[in-house]
Nanobody, 120 residues
Framework: QTRLVESGGGLVQPGGSLRLSCKASGVILSVFNGSPMGWYRQAPGKERELVATFTGRGGTTYGDFVKGRFTVSKDNTKRTVYLQMNMLEPEDTAVYYC???????????WGQGTQVTISS
């Protein structure tokens, strides 16, 4: 059974950093490497939007708002995807969700989300 579990959220002051982790279980290596997998976020009253993802074809895609502040990475051995977020702004406040679409085909899998709050 595929399961995604996020961790690493919290309260940070503007300009600070956080690293989110997403541990995938029930996922074989070929799926982990060959599928779109990454991060989305949803702020109150707004639609869910792409933050950063591996495309599953050897590349990555970032949301326009990232502007070089965030980096997505992964550890194949641990089946874990990370999101390093630097220079955080209050506008980055949202619930961050891990996402996986096995080999690019539905159904999509989502984690439970982790809250990120940027405030002084």
């Amino acid at each position: 059974q595929t399961r995604l579990v996020e961790s690493g959220g919290g309260l940070v002051q503007p300009g600070g950093s956080l690293r989110l982790s997403c541990k995938a279980s029930g996922v074989i290596l070929s799926v982990f490497n060959g599928s779109p997998m990454g991060w989305y976020r949803q702020a109150p009253g707004k639609e869910r939007e792409l933050v950063a993802t591996f495309t599953g074809r050897g590349g990555t895609t970032y949301g326009d708002f990232v502007k070089g502040r965030f980096t997505v990475s992964k550890d194949n051995t641990k089946r874990t995807v990370y999101l390093q977020m630097n220079m955080l702004e209050p506008e980055d406040t949202a619930v961050y969700y891990c996402h996986l679409r096995p080999y690019g085909n539905p159904p999509d899998y989502w984690g439970q989300g982790t809250q990120v709050t940027i405030s002084s």
